[in-house]
């Protein structure tokens, strides 16, 4: 009785911590994560990506596979990490001891110093070309999330899959939204499971791909965020002055359609490349500075879209680096913010805009960032530091009252 007693007061006390910690230490861009990529030979190592972000005052980051180097030198830090299963690793994940090893291995050594707090079951799954990958992802998602139970870790770590737009048959008008009749029989299954363990869906939504492949139809100041009149749909009447923000709302109506409207939608990719092909109209250095800093001044200001306007939407920006060794178009090697030895690709501003004193500042005309913190920044880490150093106790005497009972 004893150690029930105290497994449930820890937490209570966790809760409380994480409650405390969430009113108000990180106000503005609360929302805004980036995508690491590490499709490349010549960034810097994880530690000094760390100093990044942290000069960026970023605390949400993804990275693309479960790479112990990043989990390690992210450890003890106020970075939010999610981690991804590769595709091809899909298959074996369906069975239940296979998954509780993966997890066993690669998220329980560094949780809870490292803040790993979701998940990536593949990429894009439903939109390539593979069956068996079909077929396999809700299972693997299923066994992941028995093993973090089994773990105690279900409650820290969400597990979902990010999808790409085209899993809509129908983006326009927004309330038209519906899923490809093609998923009528495994879309259910994730959302079901999504539902169940109440973690987001999770879309990759890339206005450029809309504006390159029609131009002449879609006005570029409504895919970069610019001013513009912008468009009203028909149904709702809701007003949409950016094509992002349509493209959420249009998913929410898909995954409602099926009956799971309360599921929460968020961006795990959108960028815009600064460079392309011939052929890839709109990839230029001046409009991928304007998408960019546009969404994240937004993000700054924790908007909703306009069908969920008091539910700040959460976004990861594609991608922090330019990756060299990307295959495909030319645009592919080009979404970064920051080429690989830190200086930037192009200035969104993102040092003002997550300066409160600075929110209606212009960007500076620096060509690099200082990893250097001002001393507010001090204090404010330090404060989460203190926080953050009780949880981490806490769930290390939950982990130890686990093993007595």
Known sequence: MNTLFGVAMVHILVGFFVFITGLGLLRGGESLGINYGQVANNLPPPDKVLDLLQALKLTKARIYDSNPEVLSAFANSNIELIVTVENEMLASLTDPQQALQWVSTRIRPYFPATRITG?????????????????????????????LVRLGLD??????????????????????????????????????????TSAPFWINAYPYFAYKDDPNRIPLDYVLFNPNSGMIDPYTKLHYDNMLYAQVDAVIFAI?????????????????????????????LENA?????????????????????????EIYVFALFNEDMKPGPTSERNYGLFQPDGT????????????????????????????????????????????????????ALQILLRRQS
Request: glycine share 6%; with cysteine.
């Open 155 to 196: 409650q820290y770590v969400q597990v979902s899959t990010p999808n790409s737009l085209a899993v809509l048959a129908q983006s326009y008008p927004p309330s038209a939204g519906c899923f490809s009749s093609e998923l009528n029989g495994i879309m259910p299954q994730l959302l079901q499971f999504l539902q169940s």
């Open 344 to 395: 930037m690709a192009y200035n969104v501003g993102l040092l003002a805009l997550s300066s409160a004193s600075s929110a209606s500042s212009t960007a500076s005309s620096s060509a690099s960032v200082s990893l250097t913190s001002s001393a507010p920044k001090v204090k404010l880490v330090g404060y989460q530091s203190f926080l953050y150093s009780t949880v981490l106790y806490l769930l």
């Open 119 to 147: 998940i990536a079951v593949g990429n894009e799954v439903f939109t390539g070309e593979d069956n068996t990958l079909v077929a396999s992802l809700v299972p693997a998602m299923v066994s992941i999330h028995a093993a």
């Open 256 to 284: 409602a359609r099926l009956g799971f409207s309360g599921l929460e939608v968020r961006v795990s990719e959108t960028g815009w490349p600064s460079k392309g092909d011939t052929d890839e109209i709109g990839a230029t």
């Open 289 to 313: 500075a304007s998408y960019n800093r546009n969404l994240m001044r937004r993000q700054f200001e924790n908007e909703g879209t306009p069908l969920r306007p008091n539910m700040r939407l």
